[in-house]
């Protein structure tokens, strides 16, 4: 009988582990933001934990014979087991079983068959088993904390597989940050640089040390003449190690703002972060192309002063190297008068939101600076594609138009998407925004949001708030200044995507703002 309640408790523990290493492997293999997340969520086993308690009162009270206690404590485990998820396939970001996830897995497993194996063989106890059934979660944690030599190994090996290759074939090498916009100045600089030769950029949001590395390892190859590298921060110290990795040539940092806050905690400690980009480029003797606004913080102002002749500034001041004129956003994208070499252009991209005038003019500058001739920058520019998920218009076969700004919200990017909707609203259509708000503000979560949520009401008829209690003061804010407009509350993005089926028209347009990761949306019932 100990036997078979201990190879019932395994079955379920297994399926359990996989459920709990899908966020585990969102939070990046972080045990604190993983117990945290556990702890802010509740993500703590109840079903099992209630039948295996009133088992423990049955046997208590000598209501069932410890053979039954038995029998009934392996049917629990055996059901919980068959009706458990699967995230690999169910997922809104699917659980990637790679060889990490597959080793961090197989070590929570052994500790847990471990602790199964001790609960059976001393006691006959189901409280006991209450305490193997919520050691699950922690028994990852333990995992990773034991694999970390082995894992620091593994990607110490890949680090210098990816290092010696940049070295030996020298491809120029442009690295890209900010707290927003990097990955669309990546994509359009990446767009005018094909232009000119091969060129390798970082796929989608890859930004971290082995995701470069993974790229370099096997996509780089001795045709490409530039790489165009995208480098997150996710605390001081972070892109320095990446710059040791893929040492710049150029440096282009695109903002210093609130995404990414909670982790940082000031702004003058992101912009520390991003400028460690800029004194690896300056060490190599590049030049550093910035946004005006970034230099508004006292670190980029007296990384400024000191690097005088390698920063080239964008934006409206008459002192930019680079100086935009007017824009003008259009059903057909962006169009951006500019100033530069004391010469006119004027930049046409079909791409949305007036927030991407500084991205275009920034890949434009630092397309010029690599030597791309002006005028070809600008033919390039004419066919650069919509970047997926970043306020990507996507007309729909009855007539709506949807307006996809899914990945990497932030205050800015989400002010565009709100303006833009007049732009494709037809007279007589309805304007809906699809929103959970954004992530990792910190301190500036509820400012940000009750700001988002006035000019929201300016600008949108029905608002569809995802987890409203999370963006009270968004949702607070759009009554009051829109009390005509309609709040839907949803628990989901597929439950406000159902709430939308049919009640479309081919007048009316819909901004998708910030798809949340499983880990923020959605809560674990178990």
């Known amino acids: 009988m100990k036997t078979l309640v201990a190879t019932c408790y395994a079955i379920f523990a297994l399926r359990r582990l996989v459920t709990y290493l ?58 919980l087991a068959y009706f458990e998820g699967d995230p690999r396939s169910s997922g809104k970001k699917p659980l990637v079983m790679t060889l990490r996830a597959k080793r961090v897995l197989a070590g929570a497993a052994l500790a ?27 028994s990852l944690v333990l995992s990773n904390l034991t694999l970390a030599p082995y894992e620091q190994r593994v990607q110490r090996r890949f680090w ?44 989608g949001s890859v930004n971290t040390t082995m995701g470069i590395a993974r790229v370099v390892r096997e996509q780089l190859g001795p045709h490409h003449r530039f790489f165009v590298c995208e480098m997150g921060a996710y605390g001081p110290g972070s892109i320095a190690k990446l710059t040791q990795l893929a040492p710049p040539n150029l440096a282009i940092i695109t903002a210093i703002g609130f995404a990414h806050y909670e982790r940082f905690k000031t702004l003058d ?10 004194e690896a480029a300056v060490e190599g003797s590049g030049k550093v192309i910035v946004a005006e606004d970034v230099l508004e913080q006292p670190a980029a102002r007296e990384f400024a002063t000191r690097h005088e002749e390698s920063v080239v500034a964008v934006g409206r001041g008459a002192t930019c190297a680079l ?37 275009i003019a920034l890949a434009f500058a630092a397309a010029c600076q690599l030597g791309v001739a002006p005028n070809s920058a600008v033919l390039a520019l004419a066919s650069a594609g919509q970047i997926s998920h970043r306020l990507e218009v996507k007309r729909q076969p ?17 002010a565009s998407g709100l303006r833009i909707l007049d732009l494709f609203c037809r007279p007589g259509g309805r304007r809906f925004l699809v929103t959970p708000g954004m992530v990792e503000l910190g301190a500036a979560h509820d400012r940000e949001h009750a700001a988002i949520g006035a000019l929201a009401a300016l600008h949108v008829d029905v608002l569809l708030a995802i987890l409203p209690e999370r963006i009270s003061t968004l949702t607070a804010a759009y009554r009051a200044g829109n009390p005509q407009g309609t709040v839907v509350s ?30 923020y949306e959605k809560k674990l019932s178990l």
């Open 22 to 79: 899908h966020i585990f492997q969102q939070e990046e293999y972080d045990g604190t933001r993983f117990v945290r997340w556990i702890w802010r969520t509740a993500a703590f086993d109840s079903r099992a934990t209630g039948l295996l308690a009133l088992l423990g009162l049955a046997e208590a009270v000598k209501v069932l014979p410890g053979a039954i206690g038995y029998i009934v404590a392996s049917a629990v485990f055996l059901a």
């Open 160 to 203: 210098r597989e990816a290092h010696s290759r940049l070295e030996e074939l020298r491809p120029v090498t442009i690295g890209i940050t900010g707290s927003y916009g990097k990955t669309s100045v990546k994509h359009i600089l990446g767009h005018i640089l094909e232009t000119q030769a091969p060129t390798l950029v970082t796929p």
């Open 323 to 359: 100086r935009v004129g007017s824009v003008k956003q259009t059903s057909d994208g962006m169009e951006i008068d500019i100033v530069w070499g004391g010469l006119p252009y004027t930049l046409r991209a079909p791409l949305f939101g007036e927030h991407q005038a500084i991205d």
């Open 112 to 138: 847990a068959g471990i602790a199964g194996v001790l609960v059976a063989i001393y006691t006959t106890s189901a409280w006991f088993w209450i305490a193997a059934v919520q050691f699950l979660p922690f």
């Open 269 to 278: 400690t992101v912009a520390r972060a991003k400028f460690e980009l800029a």
């Open 398 to 414: 009855r007539g709506s138009v949807l307006i996809d700004d899914a990945y990497n919200s932030n205050p800015v990017g989400f």
């Open 490 to 519: 949803c628990r989901s993005f597929s439950e406000a995507q159902a709430w939308l089926a049919g009640k479309l028209g081919p007048e009316d347009v819909v901004l998708v703002e910030n798809d949340l990761p499983d880990l």
